[in-house]
């Protein structure tokens, strides 16, 4: 059974870093594209990053220049690395991937159980 586990949020300062992690595991016959979104209190969860398997991205306009997505194929692993942290961009962080489990036949999108990050003084 796939499974992805996102990890390394926490509490930090305005215009600290955090780096994001995201590991899928199980039965993987291949990741198609890999993201990470955002949901903050009272709003809809948002794309924040996304990569390609070939490692084209693109951002949200309110994180480009400081967030930075990238993979590790070879670990099945998504990180996102986030500098110059502003409050606003507190909120649950879960990664997204399209993968091919073995014996499906198809892509099916899985989501990480969310890891809260919070920025403030």
């Known amino acids: 059974q796939v499974q992805l586990v996102d990890s390394g949020g926490g509490l930090v300062q305005p215009g600290g870093s955090l780096r994001l992690s995201c590991a899928a595991s199980g039965s993987i016959f291949s990741i198609g594209p890999m993201a990470w979104y955002r949901q903050a209190p009272g709003k809809e969860r948002e794309l924040v990053a996304a990569?390609?398997?070939?490692?084209?991205?693109n951002y949200a306009d309110s994180v480009k220049g400081r967030f930075t997505i990238s993979r590790d194929n070879a670990k099945n692993t998504v990180y996102l690395q986030m500098n110059s942290l502003k409050p606003e961009d507190t909120a649950v962080y879960y990664c997204?991937?399209?993968?091919?489990?073995?014996?499906?036949?198809?892509?099916?999108?899985?989501w990480g159980q969310g890891t809260q990050v919070t920025v403030s003084s």
């Open positions: 997204n991937a399209d993968i091919f489990e073995y014996g499906t036949g198809n892509y099916y999108g899985y």
């Open positions: 990569i390609t398997i070939g490692g084209r991205t």
